[in-house]
T-cell receptor, first 110, second 115 residues
Framework: RKEVEQDPGPFNVPEGATVAFNCTYS??????FFWYRQDCRKEPKLLMS???SGNEDGRFTAQLNRASQYISLLIRDSKLSDSATYLC???????????FGTGTQLKVEL | GAVVSQHPSWVICKSGTSVKIECRSL??????MFWYRQFPKQSLMLMAT?????????EQGVEKDKFLINHASLTLSTLTVTSAHPEDSSFYIC???????????FGSGTRLTVV
Protein backbone atom coordinates (compact mmCIF):
# COMPACT_ATOMS: atom_id res chain seq x y z
CA ARG A 1 0.00 0.00 0.00
CA LYS A 2 1.34 3.44 -0.90
CA GLU A 3 2.01 5.85 1.94
CA VAL A 4 -0.10 8.56 0.33
CA GLU A 5 -2.81 7.65 -2.16
CA GLN A 6 -4.72 9.86 -4.54
CA ASP A 7 -7.01 9.28 -7.48
CA PRO A 8 -4.85 10.31 -10.44
CA GLY A 9 -7.77 11.59 -12.51
CA PRO A 10 -7.84 13.43 -14.82
CA PHE A 11 -10.90 15.29 -13.67
CA ASN A 12 -12.39 17.34 -16.50
CA VAL A 13 -14.82 19.95 -15.19
CA PRO A 14 -16.51 22.99 -16.72
CA GLU A 15 -15.55 26.45 -15.59
CA GLY A 16 -17.48 27.44 -12.48
CA ALA A 17 -17.88 23.88 -11.21
CA THR A 18 -17.09 22.73 -7.72
CA VAL A 19 -14.67 19.82 -7.52
CA ALA A 20 -13.26 17.80 -4.64
CA PHE A 21 -10.13 15.70 -4.35
CA ASN A 22 -9.45 13.05 -1.76
CA CYS A 23 -6.29 11.64 -0.31
CA THR A 24 -5.55 8.91 2.22
CA TYR A 25 -2.36 8.31 4.13
CA SER A 26 -1.15 5.16 5.84
CA UNK A 27 1.16 6.45 8.57
CA UNK A 28 -0.91 7.35 11.62
CA UNK A 29 2.10 9.18 13.08
CA UNK A 30 2.03 11.75 10.28
CA UNK A 31 2.20 15.22 11.68
CA UNK A 32 1.45 17.84 9.07
CA PHE A 33 -0.46 17.86 5.85
CA PHE A 34 -0.36 20.05 2.78
CA TRP A 35 -1.84 20.49 -0.64
CA TYR A 36 0.61 21.51 -3.35
CA ARG A 37 -0.13 22.50 -6.90
CA GLN A 38 2.16 21.48 -9.74
CA ASP A 39 1.88 22.85 -13.25
CA CYS A 40 3.21 20.86 -16.16
CA ARG A 41 7.02 20.59 -16.06
CA LYS A 42 7.27 22.99 -13.13
CA GLU A 43 8.08 22.66 -9.46
CA PRO A 44 5.33 22.10 -6.86
CA LYS A 45 4.04 25.19 -5.10
CA LEU A 46 2.36 25.22 -1.72
CA LEU A 47 -1.38 25.76 -2.05
CA MET A 48 -2.35 25.44 1.58
CA SER A 49 -1.65 23.62 4.80
CA UNK A 50 -4.37 21.35 6.15
CA UNK A 51 -5.55 21.57 9.75
CA UNK A 52 -7.80 19.30 11.78
CA SER A 53 -10.33 22.09 12.19
CA GLY A 54 -10.49 22.57 8.46
CA ASN A 55 -9.33 25.70 6.75
CA GLU A 56 -10.40 27.88 3.88
CA ASP A 57 -8.49 30.17 1.57
CA GLY A 58 -10.73 31.92 -0.90
CA ARG A 59 -12.24 29.30 -3.20
CA PHE A 60 -10.19 26.51 -1.64
CA THR A 61 -11.21 24.50 1.42
CA ALA A 62 -9.09 21.76 2.99
CA GLN A 63 -10.23 19.19 5.52
CA LEU A 64 -8.37 16.63 7.61
CA ASN A 65 -9.85 13.58 9.31
CA ARG A 66 -7.16 12.02 11.47
CA ALA A 67 -9.34 9.10 12.57
CA SER A 68 -9.90 8.05 8.98
CA GLN A 69 -6.48 9.25 7.82
CA TYR A 70 -8.16 11.18 5.08
CA ILE A 71 -7.53 14.61 3.57
CA SER A 72 -9.67 16.53 1.12
CA LEU A 73 -9.45 19.62 -1.04
CA LEU A 74 -12.53 21.41 -2.35
CA ILE A 75 -12.31 23.97 -5.14
CA ARG A 76 -15.35 26.15 -5.70
CA ASP A 77 -16.13 28.21 -8.80
CA SER A 78 -13.24 26.63 -10.66
CA LYS A 79 -11.28 28.75 -13.12
CA LEU A 80 -9.35 27.79 -16.23
CA SER A 81 -6.21 28.74 -14.33
CA ASP A 82 -6.93 26.06 -11.73
CA SER A 83 -5.95 23.41 -14.28
CA ALA A 84 -2.95 21.66 -12.76
CA THR A 85 -1.97 18.59 -10.80
CA TYR A 86 -2.81 18.74 -7.10
CA LEU A 87 -0.45 16.90 -4.81
CA CYS A 88 -1.37 15.64 -1.37
CA UNK A 89 1.69 15.86 0.86
CA UNK A 90 2.24 14.39 4.30
CA UNK A 91 5.02 15.19 6.74
CA UNK A 92 6.37 12.27 8.74
CA UNK A 93 9.70 11.02 10.01
CA UNK A 94 9.95 13.22 13.05
CA UNK A 95 8.81 16.20 11.07
CA UNK A 96 11.51 15.84 8.51
CA UNK A 97 10.21 13.83 5.61
CA UNK A 98 7.68 14.90 3.01
CA UNK A 99 5.84 12.10 1.24
CA PHE A 100 3.96 12.96 -1.92
CA GLY A 101 0.91 11.39 -3.44
CA THR A 102 1.03 10.80 -7.18
CA GLY A 103 -1.20 13.81 -7.70
CA THR A 104 -4.66 14.37 -9.11
CA GLN A 105 -4.86 16.08 -12.45
CA LEU A 106 -7.55 18.72 -12.90
CA LYS A 107 -8.59 20.15 -16.25
CA VAL A 108 -11.02 23.05 -16.20
CA GLU A 109 -12.72 23.61 -19.53
CA LEU A 110 -14.84 26.36 -21.08
CA GLY B 1 9.91 35.20 1.76
CA ALA B 2 11.21 31.62 1.62
CA VAL B 3 12.72 31.71 -1.85
CA VAL B 4 14.72 28.72 -3.06
CA SER B 5 16.86 29.09 -6.15
CA GLN B 6 17.97 26.07 -8.15
CA HIS B 7 20.43 25.97 -11.05
CA PRO B 8 20.74 24.99 -13.77
CA SER B 9 17.16 24.81 -15.04
CA TRP B 10 18.05 22.20 -17.57
CA VAL B 11 21.13 20.37 -18.70
CA ILE B 12 21.94 17.92 -21.45
CA CYS B 13 25.08 15.90 -20.94
CA LYS B 14 26.83 12.92 -22.41
CA SER B 15 26.70 9.54 -20.78
CA GLY B 16 29.57 9.07 -18.32
CA THR B 17 29.95 12.72 -17.37
CA SER B 18 29.05 14.29 -14.04
CA VAL B 19 26.55 17.06 -13.46
CA LYS B 20 26.30 19.37 -10.45
CA ILE B 21 23.01 20.95 -9.42
CA GLU B 22 22.89 23.82 -6.90
CA CYS B 23 20.13 24.69 -4.50
CA ARG B 24 20.21 27.95 -2.55
CA SER B 25 17.90 29.38 0.07
CA LEU B 26 17.94 33.09 -0.73
CA UNK B 27 16.25 34.75 2.23
CA UNK B 28 16.48 32.23 5.02
CA UNK B 29 18.90 29.71 6.45
CA UNK B 30 18.19 26.06 5.89
CA UNK B 31 19.96 23.50 8.05
CA UNK B 32 18.13 20.84 6.10
CA MET B 33 17.40 20.63 2.41
CA PHE B 34 15.80 17.83 0.47
CA TRP B 35 16.48 16.41 -2.95
CA TYR B 36 13.71 14.81 -4.99
CA ARG B 37 13.47 13.14 -8.35
CA GLN B 38 10.38 13.01 -10.51
CA PHE B 39 9.97 10.81 -13.55
CA PRO B 40 7.25 11.66 -16.10
CA LYS B 41 3.71 11.14 -14.80
CA GLN B 42 5.03 10.01 -11.43
CA SER B 43 5.17 11.58 -8.02
CA LEU B 44 8.16 13.25 -6.45
CA MET B 45 10.37 10.71 -4.75
CA LEU B 46 12.67 11.77 -1.96
CA MET B 47 16.25 10.85 -2.76
CA ALA B 48 18.10 12.24 0.22
CA THR B 49 18.05 14.70 3.08
CA UNK B 50 20.94 17.13 3.07
CA UNK B 51 22.19 18.25 6.47
CA UNK B 52 24.43 21.27 6.87
CA UNK B 53 27.82 20.28 8.19
CA UNK B 54 27.19 16.55 8.21
CA UNK B 55 26.58 13.65 5.87
CA UNK B 56 23.40 13.40 3.87
CA UNK B 57 20.80 10.78 4.68
CA UNK B 58 19.86 8.73 1.64
CA GLU B 59 16.59 6.95 1.02
CA GLN B 60 16.58 3.25 0.42
CA GLY B 61 17.65 2.36 -3.09
CA VAL B 62 19.48 5.63 -3.76
CA GLU B 63 23.19 5.16 -4.34
CA LYS B 64 25.14 7.63 -2.24
CA ASP B 65 28.27 7.24 -4.34
CA LYS B 66 26.37 8.10 -7.48
CA PHE B 67 24.40 11.02 -6.10
CA LEU B 68 26.88 13.08 -4.10
CA ILE B 69 25.39 15.67 -1.80
CA ASN B 70 27.28 18.50 -0.18
CA HIS B 71 25.70 20.97 2.22
CA ALA B 72 28.62 23.21 3.08
CA SER B 73 26.69 26.24 4.28
CA LEU B 74 23.29 27.15 5.66
CA THR B 75 22.17 28.46 2.28
CA LEU B 76 23.66 26.06 -0.24
CA SER B 77 23.30 22.37 -1.01
CA THR B 78 24.64 20.70 -4.13
CA LEU B 79 23.73 17.42 -5.79
CA THR B 80 26.25 15.88 -8.17
CA VAL B 81 25.10 13.10 -10.45
CA THR B 82 28.29 11.20 -11.13
CA SER B 83 28.90 9.14 -14.25
CA ALA B 84 25.42 9.94 -15.51
CA HIS B 85 23.55 7.45 -17.67
CA PRO B 86 20.38 7.83 -19.74
CA GLU B 87 18.30 6.22 -16.97
CA ASP B 88 19.32 9.14 -14.72
CA SER B 89 17.43 11.51 -17.00
CA SER B 90 14.76 13.03 -14.80
CA PHE B 91 13.46 16.16 -13.12
CA TYR B 92 15.49 16.88 -9.99
CA ILE B 93 14.01 19.26 -7.43
CA CYS B 94 15.35 20.55 -4.15
CA UNK B 95 13.36 21.97 -1.29
CA UNK B 96 13.96 23.68 2.01
CA UNK B 97 11.75 24.71 4.87
CA UNK B 98 11.85 27.24 7.64
CA UNK B 99 10.35 24.84 10.12
CA UNK B 100 7.39 22.64 10.83
CA UNK B 101 4.10 24.18 9.86
CA UNK B 102 5.55 26.65 7.38
CA UNK B 103 5.48 24.24 4.49
CA UNK B 104 8.39 23.68 2.21
CA UNK B 105 9.52 25.77 -0.72
CA PHE B 106 10.80 24.12 -3.82
CA GLY B 107 13.46 25.17 -6.24
CA SER B 108 12.37 25.52 -9.86
CA GLY B 109 13.84 22.13 -10.67
CA THR B 110 16.53 20.88 -13.02
CA ARG B 111 15.60 18.82 -16.03
CA LEU B 112 18.51 16.48 -16.72
CA THR B 113 18.79 14.68 -20.03
CA VAL B 114 21.65 12.24 -20.47
CA VAL B 115 22.38 11.26 -24.06
Amino acid sequence: RKEVEQDPGPFNVPEGATVAFNCTYSNSASQSFFWYRQDCRKEPKLLMSVYSSGNEDGRFTAQLNRASQYISLLIRDSKLSDSATYLCVVLTGGGNKLTFGTGTQLKVEL
Amino acid sequence: GAVVSQHPSWVICKSGTSVKIECRSLDFQATTMFWYRQFPKQSLMLMATSNEGSKATYEQGVEKDKFLINHASLTLSTLTVTSAHPEDSSFYICSAGRGQGFGYTFGSGTRLTVV
